[in-house]
């Protein structure tokens, strides 16, 4: 190993495209969504439940299951949509999306014990950063400078 006399400069902060961070935060926030539901399987009864065709009161029938894809399906595919929906589309998508799963993150602890309280708090907590993140940078997605006539004009003059 060599040793030199140089101080290391400051590490440079690349600039990461608005569309990597949503897919990254969307990735995240499913990774948090299935590990929370992996992790309730834990709950004491919470398997026999599921054997009696309930879970979260629900009867674990065909619309139970195609609702519970679906609102798994939708995250899932924001992955995609981030890095593959032109920039005003993708906005709005990203705006609309994330709020909608705001209530969605919230219902979670509807009915669930006080014994379970650091875990729903800790999980759903986690779930609204990520998805306030989603809204912040999808919000304040950089805009490009519109030229206008008058300063293309003055620009062509000179």
């Known amino acids: 190993m060599t040793r ?4 290391a400069g400051a590490l440079r902060q690349s600039r990461i ?4 961070k949503l897919a990254a935060a969307w990735a995240s926030f499913m990774f948090l969504y ?11 009864g919470f398997i026999d439940e599921i054997r009696a065709g309930v879970v979260h009161e629900f009867d674990t029938g065909p619309t139970f299951v ?3 894809l679906t609102l798994m399906a939708v995250p899932i595919f924001m992955i995609l949509l981030s ?14 999306v994330a709020t909608l799963y705001i209530p ?5 602890a509807d ?10 708090g800790l999980s759903i907590g986690l779930e609204l950063l990520l998805l ?5 940078a999808a919000w304040t997605w950089p805009r490009t400078l519109r030229a206008t006539a008058g300063h293309d004009l003055a620009q062509a003059r000179v």
């Open 17 to 20: 495209p608005v569309q990597a």
């Open 104 to 108: 969605v993150s919230v219902y979670n």
């Open 66 to 68: 195609a609702l519970a």
């Open 4 to 7: 030199t006399d140089k101080p």
């Open 34 to 44: 299935i590990y929370v539901d992996y992790l309730a399987l834990y709950k004491p």
């Open 111 to 120: 009915g669930e014990s006080w014994t379970y309280l650091y875990f729903y």
């Open 132 to 136: 306030a993140f989603i809204l912040r």
């Open 83 to 96: 890095t593959a929906l032109p920039a005003r589309v993708n906005r709005a998508t990203n705006l609309v």
